[in-house]
Each structure stands twice: as C-alpha cells, then as structure tokens.
C-alpha cells in the first residue's frame, strides 16, 4: 500500500527559489502538513544533472529528504518551446545564469523563435515525494499555449509573462496567483500527487 502523508507531519519543500516555494506552500498547507523550505534548514542545493525533469525532482527531494531526516517535496519545471525543440526545458533555471535573470532568459527564448512562426509552447512540472529511506513516487504535470512577445504581467515568476495557456487571453504572468494555481503545470501534478499520498 502506498505511503500517505498524514495531517500534522513534517515536510521539507526541496527548493531554494522562492517563487516555487510560494506556489508549493500554498497546495501543501491546506492539508495540515507543517512545512519547512531546505533554506531554512540550511540544506545545500544539489547537482541537478539528470536528462529530464522527473530526474533532477527526485535528486532534489532525496537530498533533502537524506539531509533532514523527513519526508522531502521537490519540483523540477521548465518551460518548452516546439521549435526549440522543447529547449529550454531542463535548462530553463540555467538560461537566467547565476544572477537569475528571467528578462534575458525570455528575451533569448524570444530570439530562438524570430525565424518561425511556430509559438508553441508548454510548461512541465514535475513533483516528487521522497523518504529517508530513499522510497520516492513522481507525478508530472502539464500545460500547453503559446509564447507571446513582449512578456505580459507582473505576477508569477520565471517565464511566466510570456506564456499564454491554451483557452487563456493572458498570461501566466497577468494571473492573480489563485487564478494560475487552478489552471498551471504545477497545479496539475499537485492533483495526481493530492490523490494518490495526501490523507
């Protein structure tokens, strides 16, 4: 029978980027669970090198879930352009270089489309429970749209204000974040992960 997180436990969210932290509590916190960023516990990040994003999930929650001694929840997301080839991708955190720069980062995905007319585009979350004892159990979410130009609205993060989910008129970055949380990447794998562990 698959491990459940019960009301009342410990959880250590595997990230350091804070707007993925605000995105995550507030799934988790309606179900009781006390939460903990690896932040706070002064968690390193670690390498993040696997090929996909259900990979580097699962080495960011085993990490933490090691280090801290509890249950850990890691994201791994990225945004997807189909004539990019899906690029960024896995490499979406790394096209904003260390200082995190997000406008350089959608100004180059921006470049990397000047010579089609293809703007298709997806965002992929995927999130991953893990244990002390190394068990983990993945779910991964999806959203489809388009890329826009120029980038639109202030809230959300990342590439946010240039993707503009299929049946949508604005952007992620235009969305109050109640109304993203219903719709986006992240939501969805919240879903299946909601379904299948939480009590």
């Known amino acids: ?116 007319a293809d703007r298709r585009a997806w965002f992929v979350a995927a999130l991953c429970l893990a244990w002390p004892d190394g068990e983990t159990a993945s779910f991964l979410g999806r959203v489809d749209g388009v890329a826009v130009w120029p980038p639109r609205g202030a809230h959300g993060f990342g590439y946010d204000p240039m993707f503009c989910p299929a049946g949508s008129t604005v952007t992620f970055g235009e969305m109050p974040p109640k109304a993203k949380e219903e719709v986006s990447h992240r939501a969805r794998a919240f879903a299946q992960l909601r379904a299948a562990r939480l009590g």
């Open 1 to 116: 029978m698959a491990r459940r997180l019960d009301r009342g436990g410990r959880l250590v969210l595997a990230s350091h980027n804070p707007g993925k932290l605000r995105e995550i509590a507030a799934l988790v916190t309606p179900f009781g669970l006390e939460i903990v960023s690896a932040g706070v516990l002064g968690l390193p990040e670690p390498v993040e090198d696997a090929p996909d994003f259900v990979g580097n999930a699962r080495i960011k929650a085993l990490a933490a879930a090691r280090g801290a001694g509890l249950v850990a929840l890691a994201d791994d997301s990225g945004f997807c352009l189909a004539a990019l080839d899906g690029a960024p991708g896995v490499h979406s955190a790394r096209w904003a270089g260390p200082e995190k720069n997000f406008a350089a980062a959608m100004a180059r995905a921006n470049a990397g489309l000047a010579a089609t």
